[in-house]
Structures are given as structure tokens and as C-alpha cells.
């Protein structure tokens, strides 16, 4: 196989004139391909040999490399390319240097200068660690849609990263956009949720007109964080998943068979729904009463 057919098939279908003159192509030699058309320009610098499909990852890659050899995707855009998020946003993030000016349709281009500790290559791809891409791409959720960074955030820390090592990288980073909101996040993490699920529940109580419950009702040998003890329906809030340890979810489940037993309706609500469908909630809520 031709050197440069072998770098785009490692490259989703991506070749640079770097590249290119590395495998040993002349300037004269890539000329004459893009002149015959046996190679696109794709931008300064980076081309597509002919057949090959255009594709998201192309996409990304050829954004990032438009951007320059210190730019580095970022956000959503790195938390596709690592696997974290099932398909890419309409839009590309790409993070270059403070002295770097540039913008292109459809890129939101950050401008910072990163910590060689926060960038890696991975798939021969410049981008931002594991750590600071999840920081990032939550934090960027959570402002399009409440619920939506903290349920992501949540995925990952039972998954793929540790709260230290995002913690870390948030600190590293404080002055970037969005930090405000990151450093909420995190504070809701560490400290698993559930005290503020319940703030949010019982202000969303109030607010419904909802009447005769109260909060730490005795039942059963437990205590319910909310509860209707007229109507026998019983609220649970769960906090952060990561935080389920394997004996709390065992007692948990103990816990719900018993008060079911004794002829209560149990209903279960985690933080990420509380805070992305406080409406639902309370429609739930109302459901279990009318019984």
C-alpha cells in the first residue's frame, strides 16, 4: 500500500502535507495529485485521497488540524472521540493557544493556553485528558440542559474517571469558561446529591399546593425522607450513583420490600430527575395519591 493511502486509513481518511512529505512524497509529487484530483484539499495543509468516505471523525480531525498543530478538540467533541457520548454535537469544540486568533462556522474555538497535563494524543488525535474532557463536556451538558451535565458526570465517575482526578483538573483550570457552574457540580458530587435532591423536592412540593406530607416520617423501622402518611405513599430521593455501594443497594432493596409489604407506595426519585423533570416528578407524585 501506498505510505500516505496507509496514513489516511489510520487517519479517517486524513492526510497532511506533513505527513505526506514524512512518508516521502515531494511537494511537486503532492501537487500533482491534487491537480489530478486523485487527492481533495481540504483545507491549508490537509487533504483527502480520493474514495475515501467523509465521515464524523473525519470531520473532527480535519477541524482540529485546520486550527493548528497546538490545537487540541476539547469538550464534546473530545468526549465523542473517547467513546464517552454515543454521537458527535451539531458543533465542534476546539481549544488553541491565547495568541492563536481563529474561528470557523461551526467550531466554538476556546482560546487557552493548556497544561502539557491536560492534553494527550489518542488515536492520533490532539485533545484533552480524560479528566478535564469530562469536567468540560458536563459543564457544557448542564448549561444547554439542568440535569443533563450532573447525569453525565455521574456516568463517568462510575465508569471511567475518579472525583480526585476531575477535581484536579478543574483546579488546574479555573479561569476557563464555565468554571462557575463546574465547581457546583463537583461540590454536588462529593457530597453525593441527596441533600440537595431533597431541597429541590421539597421546594417543588411547595410549589405543587401538594398538602399532607411531611419530612423524616417513622414507618416500619426506618425513616422515610418524605412521605404522605394519610395516602401510605413514601418518597425516596437517591443521590449520585457512584455512590451506591453494593451494601446500600442491598438495603435499599430491603428497605422498599418491607414498607411495600406494609401496604405503602413506594416511589423513587434520583437527583438527575429532579433537576431536569421537576414537573414529571410532581405528576408522579399526584398519580400515586389519586390510588
Not at 236 to 254: F, L, N, S
Not at 285 to 291: D, I, K, Q
Amino acid at each position: 500500500m501506498d505510505p500516505c493511502s496507509a496514513i489516511a486509513a489510520r487517519h479517517d481518511g486524513v492526510v497532511t502535507r506533513a505527513q505526506a512529505m514524512a512518508a516521502g512524497l515531494s511537494a511537486s509529487a503532492l501537487d500533482r495529485r491534487v491537480a489530478s484530483g486523485r487527492w481533495t484539499r481540504l483545507g491549508r495543509g490537509i487533504y483527502m485521497p480520493a474514495g475515501q468516505p467523509r465521515t464524523d471523525a473525519m470531520a473532527l480531525r480535519v477541524a482540529v488540524y485546520r486550527a493548528g498543530a497546538d490545537a487540541a478538540a476539547t469538550g464534546p467533541s473530545a468526549a465523542w472521540w473517547f467513546g464517552l457520548l454515543d454521537r458527535p454535537l451539531p458543533v465542534t469544540w476546539v481549544t488553541v493557544p491565547c495568541r492563536r486568533r481563529y474561528g470557523r462556522p461551526g467550531v466554538v474555538v476556546r482560546h487557552r493556553d493548556l497544561d502539557a497535563g491536560d492534553l494527550r494524543v489518542h488515536r492520533g488525535l490532539r485533545l484533552t485528558t480524560l479528566p478535564l474532557t469530562v469536567v468540560e463536556t458536563a459543564t457544557i451538558l448542564e448549561t444547554r440542559r439542568a440535569g443533563d451535565g450532573t447525569r453525565f458526570l455521574d456516568r463517568q465517575l462510575q465508569t471511567r474517571v475518579t472525583l480526585s482526578m476531575v477535581q484536579d483538573a478543574h483546579e488546574r483550570n479555573r479561569g476557563r469558561t464555565g468554571a462557575r457552574t463546574a465547581a457546583w457540580m463537583l461540590r454536588q458530587a462529593a457530597g453525593g446529591g441527596e441533600s440537595e435532591a431533597e431541597r429541590v423536592f421539597l421546594r417543588e412540593l411547595r410549589r405543587s399546593g401538594l398538602r399532607g406530607w411531611a419530612t423524616a416520617v417513622a414507618a416500619c423501622g426506618y425513616v422515610l425522607d418524605v412521605a404522605f402518611p394519610r395516602h401510605r405513599v413514601a418518597i425516596e430521593i437517591d443521590g449520585w450513583a457512584y455512590h451506591r455501594t453494593p451494601d446500600r443497594a442491598a438495603h435499599d432493596a430491603k428497605r422498599q420490600n418491607t414498607l411495600v409489604n406494609d401496604g405503602w407506595t413506594v416511589l423513587r426519585f434520583t437527583y438527575h430527575r429532579l433537576v431536569a423533570e421537576p414537573d414529571l416528578v410532581i405528576a408522579e407524585v399526584r398519580r400515586a395519591l389519586a390510588r
